[in-house]
């Protein structure tokens, strides 16, 4: 395996519910230390084919590489097992526990088994959990704040944090800005090229096409299960807004001459 061989590999991801034909025939390629951009109107797939790669769906038809080698994605577990981790629009955290223990959950370090009881490691989690936060410049006081007491760009960062904390190959994030403030926004954005500075590859899930333009090295655009282009983020917001829009709403598709049904 090198550095040219993609992390992820999607070939010809086909999936239907009843009648519904979400995926047809969808390819996608992830890069080492890429920051991918998938778009697209509701309904065009996007999600669907997030939930392929992340073990919550199975897909009629395709296959899946992980650095050059064909796997089998089951179920989320398995997933996490590759290094693939999805962070899910409703974040899933639970709001009644601190940071430390929302970074855990779930993968809890424990140190004696007595009987059916586990003993854990609270000081050890709660350390890794702050040299985490460093390590990503996240900017939270507290590793025992309950994440109740957070606002909605803390408990997003806290989010990724958890996704990023055993050693994720691909990190997903599902409209990681929708709702948040201006300034919330700008800081998991930041988040985000820490990230890609530090190695990782992610894929991100919106309709912001700001957010898109200002931190993907490249984009994908789907419409009606099928991809209309796949191409590098370039050029002034205006001009990008313009043609991504383009593509939405299919006034322009770079693979219509070779759909297949």
Not at 226 to 234: E, S
Request: glycine share 6%; hydrophobic share 45%.
């Amino acid at each position: 395996m090198t550095e040219a061989t993609p992390v992820v590999e999607m070939r010809n991801i086909k999936m239907s519910f009843g009648a519904i034909q979400a995926l047809r025939g969808v390819d996608l390629v992830l890069h080492h230390n890429e920051v991918l951009g998938l778009v697209g109107d509701n309904a065009a797939g996007k999600s669907t084919l997030m939930k392929v790669l992340s073990g919550a769906y199975i897909p009629d038809e395709g296959e899946i590489f992980i650095e050059g080698k064909k796997v089998h994605v089951c179920d989320p577990m398995d997933a996490r097992r590759l290094g693939i981790e999805m962070v899910y629009q409703d974040l899933a955290l639970a709001d009644t526990l601190d940071i430390a223990a929302n970074v855990f959950l779930g993968r809890e370090v424990v140190s004696a088994h007595l009987g059916p009881i586990s003993v854990m490691v609270k000081r050890h989690m709660e350390q890794e959990t702050q040299r985490l936060l460093d390590r990503l410049k996240i900017d939270i006081s507290s590793v025992h704040l309950k994440v109740e007491s957070l606002s909605g760009g803390q408990r997003q960062s806290v989010a990724i944090a958890r996704a990023t904390a055993f050693n994720a190959k691909v990190i997903i994030m599902d409209e990681p800005t929708a709702a948040l403030s201006v300034a919330a926004v700008g800081k998991v954005l930041d988040l985000v090229r820490e990230l890609k500075a530090q190695g990782c590859s992610i894929i991100i899930i919106s309709h912001r096409l700001e957010d898109i333009h200002q931190v993907s090295d490249r984009m994908i655009v789907l419409r009606h299960g099928r991809k209309v282009t796949d191409c590098p983020v370039t050029g002034e917001i205006h001009e990008f807004h313009e043609r991504v829009v383009a593509y939405i709403i299919g006034a322009r598709d770079d693979f219509a001459e070779t759909e297949v049904d």
